[in-house]
């Protein structure tokens, strides 16, 4: 009976959050509100049993924006006997995202190779529009393994304060 009451009121509570969503998409200003309840709902689904829907709901959200937290965001619901494929289908989605966001996952999940490789490939431009948050923990990553790589983003961080007439930094 304990049982049937929990899944009752689990279900009876992603009716409540699927109707928040919908509201959430009509109003203005609810992007933080929206998120929370797409969490909430992928949450619940998974405590219902029905995680792959939950993990396509992560992926769904992680292609439209792919970053740090929505890639934790997916693994959360991939089972870890398929992680690795996951990761390599997240990552190659990735590839068509900002490069700041690019770079951020890539140094997350370690995959410096793959990092050097984006950063070798960037124009000196596109380097110099990311930002030092951004640019400082790869290139300290990136100073033993790939010095050239890391040189590149000293450099463009440097240009980027100097461009910028950030003198105090």
Known sequence: ATILTA????????????????????APNSAMAGYQLAKLRRDLLAKLGRGHEARDAAWAEYREHPSTYTYDDLMKYVPK???????????????????DSLIELLLKTKELERLASLVRGSSDDALENVSHYVTEPAAKKLAKTHPDVAARLWCAQGLRIVNAKKSKY
Do not use: P, Q, T, Y
């Not at 899944?7 to 009509?26: H, P, Q, S, T, Y």
């Not at 398929?82 to 900002?98: F, I, P, Y």
């Open 7 to 26: 899944r009752r009121n689990a279900n009876e509570a992603f009716r409540w959050v699927e109707r928040g969503i919908d509201l959430a998409k009509r």
């Open 81 to 99: 006997a398929d992680r690795a494929a996951w990761h390599e289908k997240a990552v190659e989605a990735a590839k068509g995202s900002d490069l």
